[in-house]
């Protein structure tokens, strides 16, 4: 698929999602689970090729996740610390892949560095020693015309 259609596709899918999470967390009472929900359109843009897309989804999450914890109706049974222990539990979930998947993309990046150095040392190297080379098979070449002169000269 193309890069600009996966992408539109990427995003109308992710903006579906955390609409109807934040319908169905807004009709919930506070303290189900529904909060960690969000991971899935936070999930689905990594998939994304624009690399500060998963953080927007995420910061979008992290305030419809608190917009909840506001509106959503409240469960009498549920000690207030339950609920809300929940809003901060799904948070750190949902933002732990996207820490981890920037923290991938800087290493790729730094390997591709070390990649494209290791690459430039060989290339020299490579060079270096067909000089080196070059120089040998032009030395043995005149120390065989001299034995060759040598040879000759011994037979006159």
């Known amino acids: 698929m193309r890069t600009p259609a996966r992408k539109g596709l990427i995003t109308a899918s992710?903006?579906?999602?955390?609409?109807?999470?934040?319908?169905?967390?807004?009709?919930t009472p506070l303290g189900l689970?529904?909060?960690?929900?969000?991971?899935?359109?936070?999930?689905?843009?990594?998939?994304s090729p624009d690399r500060r897309f998963p953080i927007i989804v995420a910061a979008v999450s992290t305030l419809l996740t608190s917009i909840g914890a506001v509106l959503s109706p409240?469960?009498?049974?549920?000690?207030?610390?339950?609920p809300l222990a929940n809003r901060a539990f799904s948070?750190?979930?949902?933002?732990?892949p996207?820490?981890?998947?920037?923290?991938?993309?800087?290493?790729e990046a730094q390997l591709q560095?070390?990649?494209?150095?290791?690459?430039?040392?060989?290339?020299?190297?490579?060079?270096?020693?067909?000089?080196?080379?070059?120089?040998?098979?032009?030395e043995v070449s005149e120390r065989m015309e001299s034995e060759r002169l040598l040879e000759a000269s011994r037979q006159e």
């Open 113 to 138: 560095l070390l990649n494209e150095e290791l690459e430039d040392r060989v290339h020299d190297r490579t060079r270096e020693l067909a000089a080196v080379n070059a120089s040998l098979v032009a």
């Open 74 to 82: 409240r469960s009498q049974e549920l000690p207030l610390w339950l």
């Open 98 to 107: 996207v820490w981890y998947s920037a923290k991938r993309r800087q290493h």
């Open 14 to 27: 992710v903006a579906a999602l955390t609409i109807g999470l934040l319908i169905a967390d807004l009709q």
């Open 91 to 96: 948070i750190v979930v949902f933002w732990t």
């Open 33 to 47: 689970a529904d909060p960690v929900l969000y991971i899935v359109p936070v999930v689905l843009a990594l998939l």
